[in-house]
């Protein structure tokens, strides 16, 4: 049987991963022929605009369980997909007092995409809050009828560790790079840094893109940069987040806060990246992040963390970029000024780059969730 009506739930609709993937997801899907709806606590988001026209866009009101019950029960979808521990739980919730001729029909799918121990990370310590959550994200998972991982290490997390094993997941890519994406590189980029073509006499500008948060351990990259071997080269920051006081701090402390410039969260970041010499993630975990598929599809180098099994696969175990251990300034430090170095003899080979990012079109990326939503039998079939 074909789908009907998809809905995607991102109540706290932010700047991050999840809420670009998401949209894009339903982007994908509409296009696809497919009505689609995407529940935000934030339409007015800048992720939210020039959307498909067939793709609804309906605010989420709190109590939120009480309005996913609320829509299930009057739009009856088959299937409401999830991105987020607070909404996974709120839609079974709204859902498991429902009757199935009145919304209880819906499948609930979990689109998870990090690691779900690394949020023990904070905490790991408490060993009563661990052994409380642990047993949480059990009960909740494997009520649900599928969950989509965005890499193998995602995966293996949620059964290893949560022993989520009776439910269907499978390991999908995720819908990432927009059709138009070379349009949107090729889109006018205010920054001064970015003026110049690459080369010549321009300095070296590094990027990186995320949230100012701890997990991005923008802070880690900080202290790199300020090692690198190079006066004129410059780091450009792309997010927003409650960091940023604490590390415009600590890039006065370096001595660098002339050559970082932590940008805030823009909506189009692609004319930055794709005029940037050089990627840099430095976190301490990711499911499977957004910025390393978008530089590679553009040709950009990358340096990133060996933060999780997800990166260490799209870069072929260090083939198509320097990984290094996470937390290890030393380390980045060596793999950004020898990267910078290879980029001035012009030494590195980049045409591998966007084939490994291939996978994360758009449409494709769509298709393959659907087939797999349309692969979960019904619930009590």
Request: glycine share 10%; hydrophobic share 45%.
């Amino acid at each position: 049987m074909g789908v009907e009506h998809i809905a995607l739930v991102v109540s706290d609709f932010e700047d991050g991963g999840v809420e670009r993937n998401l949209t894009n997801l339903a982007r994908g899907l509409a296009r696809l022929g497919v009505a689609t709806s995407l529940l935000v606590g934030d339409p007015d988001h800048a992720y939210l605009q020039d959307l498909e026209p067939g793709l609804r866009v309906l605010r989420v009101t709190e109590p939120r369980t009480q309005y996913l019950s609320d829509f299930m029960r009057r739009e009856r979808p088959g299937w409401l997909v999830t991105g987020k521990l607070a909404d996974d739980l709120a839609a079974l919730a709204a859902r498991s007092a429902l009757p199935p001729a009145a919304g209880g029909a819906t499948r609930l799918v979990a689109a998870v995409g990090t690691l779900m121990s690394g949020r023990f990370a904070t905490y790991r310590w408490n060993l009563w809050k661990t052994w409380r959550e642990t047993g949480e994200i059990h009960a909740c998972y494997h009520r649900l009828h599928g969950i989509t991982a965005v890499s193998q290490a995602v995966a293996e997390d949620l059964a290893q560790v949560f022993g989520v094993t009776q439910v269907p997941i499978a390991v999908l890519n995720n819908p990432i790079l927009p059709d138009d994406l070379a349009d949107l590189a090729a889109a006018p980029c205010p920054h001064p840094w970015l003026a110049q073509p690459k080369g010549g006499d321009r300095p070296p500008v590094i990027i990186a893109l995320g949230g100012l948060r701890k997990v991005k351990d923008f802070a880690t990259l900080l202290r790199a940069f300020a090692a690198v071997d190079r006066p004129s080269a410059r780091l450009l920051i792309i997010g927003e987040g409650k960091e940023r006081h604490r590390l415009s701090g600590l890039a006065r402390r370096l001595g660098i806060a002339g050559r970082v410039h932590l940008a805030g969260f823009i909506a189009n970041p692609f004319p930055y990246l794709a005029r940037a010499d050089l990627l840099a993630l430095s976190s301490r975990r990711e499911g499977l992040p957004n910025a390393l598929v978008e530089a590679m599809a553009l040709g950009i180098p990358v340096v990133a963390t060996d933060c999780t099994g997800g990166v260490r696969d799209l870069l072929q175990d260090g083939r198509l970029g320097a990984l290094v251990p996470v937390g290890d300034m030393t380390a980045l430090a060596g793999a950004l000024d020898s990267s910078l170095h290879q980029l001035s003899i012009d030494a590195l080979d980049r045409t591998a780059l966007p084939q490994a990012a291939e996978p994360y079109r758009l449409i494709p990326a769509a298709r393959t969730y659907l087939e797999f939503f349309r692969s979960l039998p019904a619930p009590g079939g």
